[in-house]
């Protein structure tokens, strides 16, 4: 024999680390799960801890509690000096937005950022006054990305169909936008006041009174965020538990449904899941599907009552003419 063959957690382990070092997996970006890593090379889970637990002690990866297992910031061969001078804040906006795309925006520090971009946390400052101002500056700077075409002249639903769907997509993509602030603390980011701005504008053909006319604009707003934000909150839950949705729900839900007598219990339930009922084959929830079933039930509602006020308007007017 000329030697043992290298055991597979130190081949998972040298795959990963050359996905690494050749940038395939970048400073910040997730590393797949332990769950991933023992489906993609075949192996049990404890062989893939293994691997992931190399990695650690080279110091490629790190754990953070809410992230996951992520690639560790890496320095610059360059002097920080060059690597500053070379530095935009347009490039230090990016990969903040990056970190938060990747691991959420608890994750997005000046250090982390730095990190990112090979150089000392304090040449940052050059570009940012501190992180209150690089999140709210990403933010704007994500939204600037928006596409927001609207033909003025076109049928209001269409319009705002338009816009809602352009603000979905861009909170699709970047979920931890709808956590910057609460609802009823917005925040006057000049990119998000433009389409505020036009969508109010698409809002001007419903003829709404104007307290209502406000409002449905923030609850077309609140609609795309609220649902957008599921998708960061499954990537947390992935992270923490290297289960998908649909296999978190037939380990944890079904049984519990499936239970001896708990459809007894829940009759209404009872009649969409089990054998004979109506979804035999489960539910499983599809949140693009639940954005444009959504919207699609606003604007029918707001159709309603451009009808109705179109037709309290008429009958006053032939009260007034009597």
């Known amino acids: ?19 690494i070092t050749e940038r395939e997996l970048a400073p910040g970006d997730k590393v797949p799960s332990t769950r991933q890593v023992a489906q993609e090379f075949g192996v049990a889970l404890a062989t893939a801890a293994k691997a992931l637990g190399v990695l650690r002690a080279e110091g490629l990866v790190h754990t953070r509690p809410r992230s996951g297992t ?4 890496r320095r610059s061969a360059r002097g ?14 990016a990969e903040a937005a990056a970190i ?16 990112r971009c090979g150089i000392a946390p304090m040449s940052l400052y050059r570009h940012v006054e501190g992180k209150d101002e690089l999140v709210m500056a990403m933010a704007d700077s994500v939204y600037g990305t928006m596409s927001l075409e609207d033909d003025e002249s076109g049928p209001w639903r269409e319009r705002i169909e338009t816009l809602t769907r352009a603000l979905w997509r861009l909170h699709r993509a970047h979920p931890w936008l709808g956590r ?8 006057p980011l000049p990119n998000l ?3 505020s ?7 001007d053909g419903v003829g709404l009174p104007p307290k209502l006319h406000f409002d449905v604009q923030v609850l077309l707003y609140s609609h795309v965020v609220g649902l957008a934000a599921n998708f960061e909150r499954e990537d947390e839950a992935l992270s923490a538990t290297g289960l998908s949705s649909e296999e978190w729900t037939d380990l944890q839900y079904v049984p519990t449904l499936n239970g001896e007598g708990v459809m007894a219990r829940y009759p209404h339930f009872a009649k969409f899941f089990g054998h004979f009922a109506s979804l035999p084959d489960g539910y499983d929830m599809d949140l693009d599907e639940m954005f444009e079933l959504g919207l699609t ?7 309603t009552l451009a009808a109705r006020g179109r037709t309290a308007s008429a009958s006053s007017a032939r009260d007034s003419g009597q």
């Open 100 to 115: 938060a795309d990747a691991q959420g925006l608890e994750a997005v520090s000046m250090r982390a950022v730095a990190g």
């Open 70 to 73: 992520v690639v560790a910031p």
């Open 180 to 187: 910057l602030h609460p609802l009823t603390r917005p925040l």
């Open 193 to 195: 006041l433009v389409f």
């Open 80 to 93: 920080s000096g060059e690597a500053a001078a070379e530095l935009t804040r347009a490039r230090v906006l």
């Open 297 to 303: 039930m606003l604007l029918n509602g707001l159709e």
């Open 1 to 19: 024999m000329t030697g043992q063959a290298e055991p597979p957690y130190a081949r998972i382990a040298a795959e990963l680390g050359r996905r």
């Open 197 to 203: 701005d036009r969508l109010l504008g698409a809002l």
